[in-house]
């Protein structure tokens, strides 16, 4: 039998809330904007080398009222970044639709895992092989993020980027741990495919959330 909940956590009034902040943005087209991130707990793709595995259960972080967290978000800034865990495994519907009401421009970082929901403006794809995107995600996204953690990772760049549109921007991202490694190898990887851009974790070398 489902709980008082579990309704309001479908219906997307309620969502589980690991930490909500506002930073710049460190990665990707936007890099270097200044960003209000909402990170939702909940993810099932189960990356090894996730630097945010606390994001997993999302019975840890507590329920917030959607509309209540979208008010404190633009009370900040215009610009939403959805993150998590994996935000589209939740109802996106309240919360973005309140946002909008806003003023608020809504990003998404997303495995693509999960269908769309809600009102968005920018979405970044960053497919993994543990949980591939929906067609409709390809089709949609604005940028590819791809990370790189072994060389076996450019071979799924390129699969991936042959599913997204013409339009999307395509990122190559070094996994964190392994950037010093795997740098000079998507160096010249982009040297060759000039249609790839690197993408750099900014944020980690200013300090910031």
């Known amino acids: ?5 579990d309704i309001l956590l479908k219906e997307g009034k309620m969502l589980p809330v690991m930490e909500h902040f506002y930073t710049l943005q460190g ?5 270097g904007k200044a960003a209000y991130f909402i ?15 606390e994001s997993w ?9 959607a509309e209540e967290i979208a008010e404190t978000a633009a009370r900040h800034c215009k610009t939403i970044v959805l993150t998590g865990g994996e935000p589209l495994m939740w109802n996106l519907d309240i919360l973005t639709s309140r946002l909008k009401a806003l003023g608020c421009t809504v990003h998404i970082e997303t495995s693509g895992a999960y269908p769309m929901s809600g009102q968005i403006d920018w979405i970044t794809l960053s497919p993994k092989k543990t949980g591939l995107p929906k067609e409709e995600i390809y089709a949609r996204a604005h940028e590819l993020k791809v990370i790189v953690f072994n060389n076996n990772d450019f071979k799924f760049a ?3 980027a042959a599913k997204v549109s013409a339009n999307c921007t395509l990122y190559l991202q070094s996994e ?4 010093d490694e795997m740098y000079p190898k998507i160096t010249d990887f982009i040297l060759e495919h000039p249609e790839w851009r690197a993408s750099v974790q900014t944020h980690k070398y200013l300090n910031i959330p």
């Open 158 to 160: 390129q699969e991936q």
């Open 27 to 31: 990665e990707g087209a936007h890099t």
């Open 57 to 65: 259960d999302p019975n840890l972080h507590p329920l917030m009222n």
């Open 39 to 53: 990170r939702l707990g909940g993810c099932d793709v189960g990356c090894h080398w996730c630097d945010v595995k």
């Open 1 to 5: 039998m489902k709980t008082e909940e």
């Open 176 to 179: 964190w741990s392994k950037r």
